[in-house]
């Protein structure tokens, strides 16, 4: 496994499974470091990513404050915390919280920290994978469990408070059986369906759930901008149980009860992931940190339903608000194209002092989805051909450095950003040959990098953005070869 010293957050993390990916694997790591210090350990697979909370003060005194299950994860992020961990034995568990206060003692730590464990819990071992010398996203959980104000906590005794005196903290006063379970949901602007890509866009509608132990921790509002250089994280809802089985139906009926809309998230991902057999009905035993990668097709078929019904539900909405003329496939705020609908479209040129301008005619055969402006497809017939042609309108985010064609997906001569970010470097100029493989353009959204290989040799023949440019997934970078004119 290469990591990066400063990663976090699945940054700098690779991975090896033979000599010949280490290079590559290196570069991206020292790539995603900002202090391009990378080391090397000793990869365990199938494990469960098991973490204690420690809090250490100035005048030696150092507790733990139980341990968080975070194994749920993708791309080596958590999407799902749970405290305490409901699978560990307690022999296991007290041997975890040993090792973690030994080692905050044995540093002198003095703040809110995690020790990180990589945990194989049927062979009853654990191995020491990190400290985390911060506050983390998901130390909330751990506060609805302990009552525990962590924020304040580090707060006074970075002022020098005692944790035995002021705070009135000790080993003793933190329950190792606690009466609730607590589980985080990190709501993310990402398309689970598309490779997690970052969505990034305006926010147009934003509702949560209120009640008795629900928790809502966010930045966003209707107006608010997500954009690629940042984390993709919108929300975290934070639901407390009297049991694991009471806190998991909470936070399903808390993920249905979120809508988010002008973004793309995975609000149904995550339905699905908890109403999977293995946390449902299971404790989550069999839940090691590379179980959603293993189970993605069976998790995105059951996150279908769950789009559905939430489409169901908004369609009701619109229904009782007196909408009743509103077709159910259609958002509130979409305007109705109907099969039928035909249209003049005239293009000119607003220096051309002649007017000279082209007109189009286009008539709508058949519509799959009709949700415009946010999205349209469907089958058109033109005046420029004399067979049906297929168009897809979809609304363009803000963050593009400027408008670019598409690239073509029919084409491999036509390389398209595969994600929405930043292009941080062009490997290649105009004129080049380049082989199949070879390394073109790199990518960075959320400082995480993605490159860019050609599919096909060839000449390269025109690149069409620079280095530092925000650019849109399916925009075209760079073209390879000579590619046909569209007559459109």
Known sequence: MLKARDGGGGRGIRMVH????????????????????????????????????????????????????CSA???????????PCPSLSNELRAQIHNAAVRLGQHIRYDSVGTVEFLVQADQNAFYFLEVNPRIQVEHTITEQITNVDL???????????RLDQQLGLTQASIPLNPHLVAIQARVVAENPRNNNMLSVGKITNV??????????????????????????????????????????????????????????????????????????????????????????????????????ERRARAAAI??????????????????????GDAFNIELSDTNDKEGTLQAHTLQIESISTNNFPEELVAEVQTSLSSQPIAISVS?????????????????????????????VEINVKEGDQVDVGQQLFVMSAMKMETVVKASVAGRVQGIYANANDLVEAGDLILETSEAKESKL
């Open 151 to 161: 924020v304040q906590s580090q707060i006074r005794v970075a002022f020098g408070e």
């Open 73 to 83: 994860q993708r791309r080596y992020q958590k999407i799902i915390e749970v405290a």
């Open 318 to 339: 619109v229904a009782e608000a007196g909408n009743d003329n509103t077709p159910a496939a259609l958002a509130p705020t979409s305007l109705a194209f109907r099969p």
């Open 18 to 69: 033979s000599q010949s990916e280490v290079t590559d694997a290196l570069e991206r790591c020292i790539s995603e470091s900002p202090s391009k210090q990378v080391f090397i350990e000793k990869a365990i697979t199938g494990a469960k990513h098991i973490e204690v909370q420690i809090l250490g003060d100035r005048h030696g005194n150092l507790i733990h404050l139980l341990e968080r299950d």
């Open 207 to 308: 509702h949560f759930p209120q009640g008795q132990g629900i928790r809502i921790d966010t930045w966003i509002k209707p107006g608010c901008i997500v954009l690629p250089t940042f984390d993709s994280l919108l929300a975290k809802i934070i639901v407390t149980g009297q049991s694991f089985p009471d806190a998991v139906s909470k936070v399903k009926l808390a993920l249905q009860r979120t809508e988010i809309t002008g973004v793309e998230t995975n609000l149904d991902f995550l339905s699905a992931l908890m109403s999977s057999n293995d946390i449902a009905n299971n404790l989550m035993k069999k839940i090691h940190i590379k179980t959603l990668e293993e189970q993605m097709n069976v998790l995105l078929d059951a996150s279908t339903t769950f789009a559905h």
């Open 395 to 423: 609304r363009k985010s803000a963050v593009g450095s400027k408008l670019r064609r598409k690239a073509s997906p029919r084409n491999p001569s036509e390389l398209a950003s595969p994600v929405t970010g930043m292009l």
